[in-house]
């Protein structure tokens, strides 16, 4: 089965810029997951869907990131403008239910702001 | 709020020697743990999970974690380790919504 596919792998951006990236789940998960790793610190979790639905956004910085999954399926963040501190790899990850299942995770999006 | 603390941010081990990765995680509430590996330049991968059950769990690559719910840990284990074992390992607590809260990460470096 496929994985979870992400793009692009890499992205270079000048500060203010925006930015997105995309990402599609294994088929058939409902819930969908996208985690930003700062270099040297473990992923966290900037937002969770459950289908096309929030689940969680708490720590989502809703004033220059906004993501959406809009059939259910594939879902893309945004981050506009782009502030120095948001270089890292960010993380899709998909499962079938939230709980107890496993979390498939993409090769992530390794984003240098300069 | 839950929390995961990785004791270790590097382990240099030798080949074939046993190995142990620390994880401690603060919850009052029952949780579920995990151990993901990200090898280089690839995505996190589950190595295993605990989630009811047997408190020792493990994986196909020889890997064990014991889940001890009296000391909040969830330890890695492994008696042989061989150099593709490099890797970071990042162990994960979640409770119900299955967000997962991820520790710093442990880098193991296995040399010949």
């Known amino acids: 089965e496929a994985g979870v596919a992400q793009s692009p792998r890499y992205k270079i951006i000048e500060k203010r810029q925006s930015v997105a990236f995309w990402c599609n789940p294994i088929s058939g998960h409902a819930t969908l997951y996208w985690y930003q790793q700062i270099l040297g610190q473990g992923p966290k979790l900037l937002i969770q869907f459950q289908n096309n639905g929030v689940v969680d956004d708490s720590q989502l910085p809703k004033d220059r990131f906004s993501a959406e999954r809009l059939k259910g399926v594939d879902s893309t963040l945004k981050i506009q403008p782009a502030k120095l501190e948001d270089s890292a790899v960010y993380l899709c990850a998909s499962s079938l239910r939230p709980q107890g299942t496993e979390a498939f995770f993409g090769q992530g999006t390794r984003l240098t702001v300069v | 709020a839950q929390s995961v603390t990785q004791l270790d941010s590097q382990v240099p081990v030798f080949e074939e020697a046993p190995v142990e990765l620390r994880c401690n995680y603060s919850?009052?509430?029952?949780?579920?743990l995990f151990w993901y590996v990200q090898y280089p330049n690839q995505g996190l991968q589950l190595l295993l999970k605990y989630l009811s059950g047997s408190t020792l769990v493990e994986s196909i690559n020889g890997f064990e974690a014991e889940f001890n719910k009296s000391q909040t840990s969830f330890h890695l284990r492994k008696p042989s380790v061989h150099i593709s074992d490099t890797a970071e390992y990042f162990c994960?607590?979640?409770?119900?919504?299955?967000?997962?809260?991820f520790g710093k990460g442990t880098k193991l470096s296995v040399k010949p």
């Open positions: 994960a607590v979640t409770r119900s919504q299955g967000n997962l809260i």
């Open positions: 919850s009052s509430v029952s949780v579920y």
